[in-house]
């Protein structure tokens, strides 16, 4: 079953396709809502660009097929929630997006193992996060692992550990 944490991920390969250098996720949940924000530097779109965003099958990218924005934005309407996207042509895109905790929610799925498998997707993209869960918050930038070679799989497992670990320490 797809989980907002596989929508996460999806959202955030659109930066990183779009040449991003700089990725931030700020995101927020509470009782009653999970919301994120994705904030890229990449080459963004002009308005005729977003407004084809959320039409099934607009993709602008070989081997790929143009499901990952409409899919999120059905899933979250479902719950009574949105997607809002703001762009502008080479300065970047941001992305935010709210779920309500309804009986229509999607399962959050695995959110340490959506981070892990971003930051240690590419060495070429700056990743900042910030992850609340109410007045808890832990961030994290890819800087802070700046010295690590993410092509050697035991510091792969470390940075998947480490994100388990704060994210158990929320549950
Ligand atoms: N952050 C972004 N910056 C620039 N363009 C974007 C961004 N996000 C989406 N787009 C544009 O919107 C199109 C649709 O995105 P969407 O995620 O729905 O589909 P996709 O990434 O092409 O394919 P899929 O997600 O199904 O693999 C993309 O092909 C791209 O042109
Ligand atoms: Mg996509």
Known sequence: MR?????LIDIAENSVNAGSKS????????ETKFEFEIL??????????????????FTTKNKKTGLGLPLLKEYAELTG???EVISKENEGTKVKVLFKKTIDCQPIGDIAQAFAT???SSDQVLWKIIRCNQDNCYDFSSEDVRDLDLTNPHNIKSIFEYFKRLEAAFR
């Open 3 to 7: 989980t907002i944490a596989d929508h």
């Open 23 to 30: 990725v931030e996720i700020h995101l927020y949940e509470d």
């Open 40 to 57: 890229d530097d990449g080459r963004g779109m002009g308005d005729k660009q977003v407004s084809k965003i959320f039409d099934p099958f």
């Open 81 to 83: 929630g949105s997607v």
């Open 118 to 120: 971003l930051v240690t």
